[in-house]
């Protein structure tokens, strides 16, 4: 299973250094980027991935790629943003300024966002492609006048004096982390999804329970501060196992949010063609867990 080095992932590292996977063959891999994790799931290397929403979606609509939602990680609510230096103060400020952003769905989507929010067309800002593991240095050097980035990046630069000017607490539910797994892997391998979800929660129990053990064992990972990367996961709501069998088959759930979604990638032409978000919602893990 593959991840980058989001805050939202962490409570799988930390089930893995906790033991909670047991003797299960489950190998955790980190990239150093979404770009990275999602190549290496389309060259085959990966059965499970840790994905955005929009990325999962484009994955689906992608001929060949298969992959199936049996849980949501996390909710992005601010711990993705546009930086930006002093003086830009506000969106309409980016015209004509260099604007960092990661190749993958989600830094298309919310690059569509700002430019919608700003009134500005793509024409008007001098993009500049970086993977995320670009972003703080080619912000701190100048190359860069704002970036759309994410946590733990995000905490990093405002420490630097950056300036927030949009975030994902503007469109709440749009940017969901969410554990793909491949179709035939699932239905040959149940009980690794089962293990993987049973050791995840248990991590979720452990970070309220040792919150200061916790963030010291997750911080290490991410290269932070305990204290920095506790303020990274204020941006973010962890659902627990109940909350994860209401957002996957409950009346306001993933397949509502997620559909809605599919079809602003559609207009803005993010995804070729429309997807079916029920079909790839899987919450048989969840029910066995809570059972």
Same mark, same amino acid.
């Given at each position: 299973?593959?991840?980058?080095?989001?805050?939202?992932?962490?409570?799988?590292?930390?089930?893995?250094?906790?033991?909670?996977?047991?003797?299960?063959? *489950?190998?955790?891999?980190?990239? &150093?980027?979404?770009?990275?994790?999602?190549?290496?799931?389309?060259?085959?290397?990966?059965?499970?991935?840790? @994905?955005?929403?929009?990325?999962?979606?484009?994955?689906?609509?992608?001929? +060949?790629?298969?992959?199936? *939602?049996?849980?949501?990680?996390?909710?992005?609510?601010?711990?993705?943003? @546009?930086?930006?230096?002093?003086?830009?103060?506000?969106?309409?400020?980016?015209?004509?300024?260099?604007?960092?952003?990661?190749?993958?769905?989600?830094?298309?989507?919310?690059?569509?966002?700002?430019?919608?929010?700003?009134?500005?067309?793509?024409?008007?800002?001098?993009?500049?492609?970086?993977?995320?593991?670009?972003?703080?240095?080619?912000?701190?050097?100048?190359?860069?006048?704002?970036?759309?980035?994410?946590? &733990?990046?995000?905490?990093?630069?405002?420490?630097?004096?950056?300036?927030?000017?949009?975030?994902?607490?503007?469109?709440?539910?749009?940017?969901?982390?969410?554990?793909?797994?491949?179709?035939?892997?699932?239905?040959?391998?149940?009980?690794?999804?089962?293990?993987?979800?049973?050791?995840?929660?248990?991590?979720?129990?452990?970070?309220?329970?040792?919150?200061?053990?916790?963030?010291?064992?997750?911080?290490?990972?991410?290269?932070?501060?305990?204290?920095?990367?506790?303020?990274?996961?204020?941006?973010?709501?962890?659902?627990? @196992?109940?909350?994860?069998?209401?957002?996957?088959?409950?009346?306001?759930?993933?397949?509502?949010? +997620?559909?809605?979604?599919?079809?602003?990638?559609?207009?803005?032409?993010? *995804?070729?063609? &429309?997807?079916?978000?029920?079909? @790839?919602?899987? &919450?048989?893990?969840?029910?066995? *867990?809570?059972?």
């Amino acid at each position: 299973m593959g991840a980058n080095p989001w805050p939202g992932y962490q409570p799988l590292f930390l089930a893995q250094e906790l033991g909670y996977f047991g003797g299960a063959a *489950i190998r955790l891999v980190e990239y &150093p980027s979404a770009t990275q994790v999602l190549r290496a799931y389309r060259n085959g290397v990966l059965e499970a991935a840790c @994905l955005t929403l929009d990325e999962l979606l484009l994955l689906e609509s992608q001929q +060949g790629f298969a992959p199936r *939602i049996v849980a949501v990680m996390d909710v992005s609510n601010g711990a993705d943003a @546009l930086l930006a230096r002093p003086p830009l103060a506000r969106l309409a400020d980016l015209k004509g300024r260099r604007l960092g952003v990661e190749d993958t769905a989600l830094g298309a989507f919310m690059l569509s966002r700002v430019l919608e929010r700003a009134g500005l067309a793509r024409s008007d800002i001098d993009l500049r492609s970086l993977e995320v593991n670009e972003h703080e240095r080619a912000f701190l050097e100048g190359r860069v006048d704002a970036v759309i980035s994410f946590e &733990p990046v995000r905490t990093k630069l405002m420490a630097q004096e950056a300036r927030v000017l949009f975030d994902s607490s503007e469109i709440p539910g749009e940017i969901v982390d969410v554990l793909g797994v491949k179709r035939e892997h699932l239905g040959s391998h149940p009980e690794q999804v089962t293990v993987l979800l049973r050791g995840f929660f248990r991590a979720l129990d452990y970070m309220k329970t040792h919150p200061e053990d916790a963030a010291r064992r997750m911080a290490k990972r991410q290269g932070a501060t305990p204290q920095e990367f506790q303020a990274s996961l204020r941006g973010l709501q962890l659902p627990d @196992l109940r909350a994860n069998l209401t957002l996957l088959e409950g009346p306001s759930s993933l397949r509502v949010t +997620g559909q809605a979604l599919a079809e602003v990638m559609v207009q803005r032409k993010l *995804i070729l063609r &429309p997807v079916d978000v029920a079909a @790839l919602v899987h &919450p048989d893990a969840l029910r066995e *867990i809570s059972r």
